[in-house]
């Protein structure tokens, strides 16, 4: 059963950093591409940034070289380097893998303060 699992959010403050980890289980972890996306209250879920299973990374532009994605393919995780917070990085990030359907994580909060 496919499972993923988000931890390292927190509160921190503007200009701050923090490195979220997202463990999977119940697949070839390094088959696959994973994303991290992330929803803000009262807002949609966003895409963040993604890693293919070969390490192309990808970025949206909000988050664009202030964020960094990487892969540890012999822990089965992904992680989401995140400097230079800004309050409007607050929000809950999830990260995704498509196998045979979608799968979500339950999410980890991150919240900046300015």
């Known amino acids: 059963q496919v499972q993923l699992v988000e931890s390292g959010g927190g509160l921190v403050q503007a200009g701050g950093s923090l490195r979220l980890s997202c463990a999977a289980s119940?697949?070839?972890?390094?088959?696959?591409?994973i994303n991290w996306a992330r929803q803000a209250p009262g807002n949609q879920r966003e895409w963040v940034a993604g890693?293919?299973?070969?390490?192309?990374?990808n970025y949206a532009d909000s988050v664009k070289g202030r964020f960094t994605i990487s892969r540890d393919n012999a822990k089965n995780t992904v992680y989401l380097q995140m400097n230079s917070l800004e309050p409007e990085d607050t929000a809950v990030y999830y990260c995704?893998?498509?196998?045979?359907?979608?799968?979500w994580g339950q999410g980890t909060q991150v919240t900046v303060s300015s």
């Open positions: 890693i293919t299973s070969i390490g192309v990374t």
């Open positions: 995704r893998v498509f196998t045979t359907r979608l799968y």
């Open positions: 119940g697949f070839t972890f390094s088959s696959y591409g």
